[in-house]
């Protein structure tokens, strides 16, 4: 089993549980903070997450598509822009949970 857990962060203040996250990466678990924007503090991929996963996308997707199953939970633009990306890479609808 695989699992990527993406979190997008508005700066190092959103993140304190961060060490205690980090010590959950493994070969099988991929975590991606992002920061949108440039200067934070946080050590993060800079971006919207949305636009994060669609550039690291092969970090997380790994294995048959059609038996991937993703729980996308944040604001609509996110929600929809990693919806999109996953969809295109095969992953099925139905396999995708979000808020929305």
């Known amino acids: 089993m695989n699992a990527a857990l993406y979190l ?12 205690k996250m980090t010590s959950w990466e493994s ?5 991606c903070f992002s920061a949108p924007k440039e200067g934070s503090a946080v050590a993060a991929e800079k971006g919207y997450v949305q636009d ?4 690291t996308k092969e970090n997380a997707l790994k294995g048959d598509p059609a038996k ?8 609509k633009e996110m929600s929809q822009g990693v919806t999109a ?8 609808e ?4 979000n808020n929305f």
């Open 8 to 19: 997008g962060v508005k700066n190092e203040d959103y993140l304190p549980w961060e060490p």
């Open 27 to 31: 070969p099988d678990v991929v975590l």
């Open 52 to 55: 994060v996963f669609a550039a």
């Open 68 to 75: 991937t199953l993703a729980f996308v939970i944040g604001q």
């Open 85 to 92: 990306v996953l969809t295109a890479a095969g992953v099925p």
């Open 94 to 97: 139905e396999n995708i949970l």
